[in-house]
């Protein structure tokens, strides 16, 4: 399952504090996939304070003087954190939002700037990470790292004849046991074959397989008491 191709967008918002009364520029725009990060900075003037605000739904709204009015459930800002001069909004729900910044200082002036975050249902992908080797007759633990859209997730996964599924992961990465591990000293391959997200889109492209090595056990011979 190849990894996302997609990179979280850096935009600069930049004030320019020498504007006489509100000024709302024309937004800027930032598309993510649902379950990622939108990341937001404005050039630091020396004397202003920034806070921000999302909102879902700018029908009517005035950026001056409206409160925010997006649901947490949503977006929302990481680790609640609304102020400085960058935030991180963690986007959940596919759709279209707006976000403030008002800048202010000791002038009676207040300036202010918003932006676009577009939200889009995206497919996910997984892969797993390079295992241990295990022992003939131990379990092997397999991981594998899951990014794009959002939980709970369904895996697939096979060794080129049996499939495996797990259903309901909700954290990345996952650590299971494989079982059956092979008992037979061999290298064996394991490979994603499809996985879903919570948004019902399923990503069936192959990822690259990973090799399980299981090693022999030492062998032993008979102890025969040593007579000179």
Known sequence: MKRSSHTILRLVLVLILAMTGLAQARAQADTVCAGGISTWVIENIPGDSYEWTLYNDA????????????????????????????VNVMCLVPGTYFIMVMATNECPTNNLKVG??????????????????????????????????????????????????????????????????????????????????GYGMTNTDPSDPINLIVKPKPATSPIYRYTP
């Open 59 to 86: 029908t009517g709204i005035n950026f001056a003087t409206d409160p925010g009015n997006c649901p947490a459930a949503e977006a929302y800002f990481v680790g609640g954190v609304n102020t400085g001069d960058s």
């Open 116 to 197: 676009m975050i577009v939200v889009i249902g995206c497919l996910s992908y997984a892969e797993f990470v390079d295992p241990e080797p295990v022992c003939s007759g131990d379990t092997a633990m397999l991981t594998m790292d899951i990014t794009g859209g959002i939980g709970p997730w369904d895996v697939t996964f096979t060794d080129g004849t049996n499939f495996w599924t797990i259903n309901g992961i909700t954290s990345s990465p996952y650590t299971f046991p494989l079982i059956p591990t092979p008992t037979v000293p061999n290298t064996y391959q394991y490979w994603i074959t499809s996985i879903t997200n």
